[in-house]
């Protein structure tokens, strides 16, 4: 039988374990804060047991509509209260909510012991924001943004901004490592974030005496996987779920179980990338794969829940879950 993995417990797992992977070596992106060349030894936070430091985040504006940005301001206070300077802050997401600053998730604390970042509502729902320091997982705080209304015409996403990082995959045994979703993403040609584009037009250029469509492509599903354990896992299926997927109702669309293209190992303490096709082009219209009714092009943004199923390196099914959203339209893909 699987072994379900919920993405509440890697809520905590996920924010400690795969967050810290190559972020805490990062550089600041923005501001004046950055770190530079500067030597920092001594003069980090330590977080232990004996600590009494603290974490504190405040959002300028908790609830805005989609498209727009806000600022936050990550604090941190030793056991006097006092700030400290030059210790790394990491902040991340839920999907939907992009971290338009730092762009690298990581950022040096200032003389004042704050960062400043922004973060954009991509897509309408209520999503986290988190920021820790090194010390683990009692020295974070989270906050939660309301994104309201839908996507203006032509918004689609924040470029260059993560998305996600909390609440995305499962712990497998706490004793032996887990495996984790720690990114998804849409594959419409030569667009990969979020846009779907699903009307294809047949004349780009206006002019009847030649043929020129517009390129028109299946959607693909592309999603990072990462295993710390110690053996390698094999992925044998993917489903997703897209509520309310004609937009004109409330029942949801979940796909038959999906074979990934191409590759489906995970090495151990190693991290793969995994294709499966999401949606299927025919007659200028798209398709959720193996479903019969187009997708409207006035469906707009959804939030896509997606199940992956394998086995791992003792022969135990498993399954992690993941989120990713999803903007569904008429884009112009001519000259593209």
């Not at 390196?313 to 569904?328: A, H, I, L, M, P």
Request: proline share 4%.
């Amino acid at each position: 039988m699987a072994r379900k993995l919920s993405s509440v417990a890697a809520f905590g797992a996920g924010f400690v374990g795969a967050l810290a992977i190559s972020l805490y070596t990062a550089g600041c992106n923005s501001g004046n804060t950055s770190g530079g060349d500067e030597d920092f030894s001594g003069s980090e936070f330590v977080a232990g047991e004996d600590t009494a430091g603290r974490i504190s985040v405040e959002i300028n504006e908790e609830r805005l509509p989609v498209a727009e940005t806000t600022g936050f301001h990550a604090y941190v206070r030793n056991q006097d209260d006092q700030p400290v300077a030059n210790v790394r802050v990491t902040c991340a997401t839920e999907i939907g909510l992009a971290l338009v600053e730092p762009t690298t998730s990581v950022e040096i604390t200032d003389g004042a012991g704050q960062i400043s970042g922004r973060i954009g509502c991509a897509a309408p729902g209520s999503f986290r924001l988190g920021c820790r320091l090194p010390g683990g997982a009692n020295f974070r705080e989270f906050k939660t943004i309301v994104c309201t209304g839908e996507a203006p015409a032509g918004f689609d996403g924040f470029a260059g901004a993560p998305q996600g990082g909390l609440g995305s995959g499962g712990v497998a045994d706490p004793d032996d490592g887990d495996v984790r979703i720690t990114s998804a993403v849409l594959v419409d040609g030569p667009s990969e974030g979020s846009s779907v584009d699903v009307i294809g037009i047949s004349d780009c250029d206006g002019d009847v005496d030649t043929d020129d469509p517009e390129p028109f492509y299946d959607t693909s599903i592309k999603i990072l996987v990462k295993n710390t354990t110690d053996r390698a896992v094999t992925l044998t299926s993917l489903t997703y779920r897209v509520p309310n997927a004609s937009g004109s109702g409330t029942a949801a669309y979940v796909s038959s179980p999906l074979a990934f293209l191409g590759n489906r190992e995970v090495p151990a303490e190693g991290e793969a990338t995994v294709t499966t096709l999401f949606a299927n082009a025919s007659g200028g219209e798209k398709f959720f794969t193996g479903r019969s009714t187009a997708i409207p092009s006035s469906l707009g943004f959804r939030s896509i829940t997606i199940t992956v199923r394998g086995v791992d390196g003792n022969g135990r099914e498993f399954e992690v879950d993941g989120s990713t959203v999803g903007s569904f339209g008429n884009f112009n893909r001519c000259g593209g």
